[in-house]
């Protein structure tokens, strides 16, 4: 049986830790053999006796052939540590994931990339600002690599295929979780234009301690991450040390000082992160890898599709108006014309309506 199937194999048991997988990769000689181990083979190797016994009686080719085909049966391909397909620059960082498993396109993994990160609750600053960055980025053949979380990482991901781009989205659950429920459909949008990738195995359960854990693949896989908008304590910084340690770029982009929402970056600008006022500041690092610029199809929230009512719905929209009634009252306009408008902009899908009569920007 291949090493590669066996790696996989051992990287959906239960028990079977990243150190462990470590250890039998140092053997090489070894991995012909995993499937035949004993009880002391498996102790050896740091498990526990009782997970030993456990081991020796269940890990075997008929395992791995019944764990393969519950993936290929959920359209999840797997990329190893063994393959050639691996990520280069993930192996060039600590705890690289030993198994990648994957929805989408993969040869994704192996384009220019940068990582963008936020807050999960931004501004309409914040959200206009990702959305700016990542139609320029994704038209000179940039891939947009985030987590799928709220906020700045949603807005990302669907500017990313909203103006025809490529974007990963790398979770903190198992790969076959969409996480937060209210990006399920951007979930398979991802999947079936991009890449979903976890290092996570199906059946795995979720926790909070996974999600910091996710930000190093992040950091990981691309050139450089981009802070769009952050509170001293977001994620996100996360994100970015980890970055650091990769000897990675950081850019943020600055943001009104009396804002909690930009402690964060201003922190980082601090630091020496790269300050990022425009698209040419984030480019102008990766001159000699980018593709000349390509036309992508002008997002839908340009203003040029929007009738003159609904650019000044969407304008309040942008600095924060959300409510109906405050729309109501800062529109000076009628209920219907009002309802209506709105009705418009959500048909356009440029506007969703939250619980509460509060309307949002896709």
């Known amino acids: 049986m291949e090493k590669k199937w066996i790696l996989a194999g051992l990287h959906g048991c239960d028990g079977i830790g990243w150190r462990t997988l470590a250890n039998i990769l140092s053997r090489d000689e070894e991995w012909e053999h995993a499937i035949h181990f004993s009880p002391a083979d498996w102790v050896e190797r740091g498990l526990t006796p009782e997970k030993s016994l456990q081991m020796s009686q269940h890990f075997n080719s008929d395992y ?4 393969m085909q519950l993936l290929h049966d959920q359209g999840i391909q797997l990329v ?9 620059l993930m192996k060039e960082t600590a705890r690289a994931p030993w198994v990648i498993y994957a929805k989408g396109d993969t040869s994704l993994l192996s384009t220019l990339s940068v990582a963008m990160v936020g807050t999960r609750v931004p501004t309409a600053y914040g959200r206009k600002i990702g959305s700016w960055l990542v139609e320029e980025l994704c038209s000179r053949g940039i891939t947009i690599v985030s987590g799928l979380a709220r906020g700045i990482d949603g807005v990302c ?3 990313a295929l909203r103006c025809g781009g490529s974007t990963i989205a790398v979770l903190g659950t198992a790969i076959d979780i969409p996480y937060p429920s209210e990006h ?6 991802i999947a079936e234009r991009g890449l979903i990738i976890s290092e996570y195995p199906i059946g795995m359960k979720g926790h909070p301690g996974l999600f910091p854990q996710r930000n190093r693949i992040i950091a990981g896989i691309t050139r450089g991450t981009v802070v769009v908008e952050a509170d001293a304590r977001s994620g996100s910084l996360i994100t970015a040390d980890l970055a650091l340690e990769s000897d990675r770029d950081v850019f943020a ?3 009104p000082i009396t804002s909690p929402k930009s402690r964060g970056t201003l922190n980082l600008l601090k630091q020496g ?4 006022t425009e698209p040419q500041d984030i480019l102008e690092e990766y001159e000699n890898l980018l593709t000349k610029r390509k036309d992508v199809p002008a997002p839908k929230t340009q203003h040029n599709l929007l009738t003159d009512v609904e650019q000044r719905i969407y304008h309040m929209l942008e600095q924060g108006i959300t409510g109906f009634d405050d729309l109501l009252t800062q529109s000076g ?3 219907g014309l009002l309802h209506s408008v709105l009705l418009s902009l959500i048909m356009k899908k440029t506007v969703v309506q939250l619980p509460g009569s509060v309307f949002k920007i896709i």
């Open 184 to 189: 399920t459909s951007l979930y398979y949008d």
């Open 333 to 335: 306009w009628d209920f």
């Open 157 to 159: 991901h669907e500017s």
């Open 80 to 88: 190893t540590y063994l393959d050639e397909s691996y990520p280069i």
């Open 273 to 276: 992160a790269k300050i990022v």
């Open 253 to 255: 982009v600055p943001g």
């Open 64 to 67: 791995i052939d019944k764990r």
